[in-house]
């Protein structure tokens, strides 16, 4: 592994943004450098990639406003956290 491969750790972190399209063409391209040979990384994609299609068929009305709420603050503190690292 060289110094410019990313890892397991950085692929997570990274996934959203790749899917968003928001990746400079030097991360996208070791990001899917890294998927070409992390059989886990790729399946994780994937399960991100169908949990993001299969949420967003859902009606804004099937969550109730106490599960709003939760996943909201949830959220925000695992936010919190993450920043504090």
Known sequence: ?????????EIVELVTAYLDN???EHT???F????ATCT?????????RRTSTELGRL?????SDQARA????AFRGWHSVEQAQ
Do not use: K
Request: glycine share 2%; proline share 5%.
């Open 59 to 63: 009606p804004p009305e099937h969550l």
């Open 28 to 30: 996208r391209r070791r």
């Open 40 to 48: 886990g990384c790729d399946r994780y994609l994937e399960q991100i």
């Open 32 to 35: 899917e450098q890294h998927l």
């Open 1 to 9: 592994m060289s110094t410019d491969d990313l890892n397991c750790d």
């Open 70 to 73: 939760d996943l909201l603050t």
């Open 22 to 24: 928001a990746l400079d």
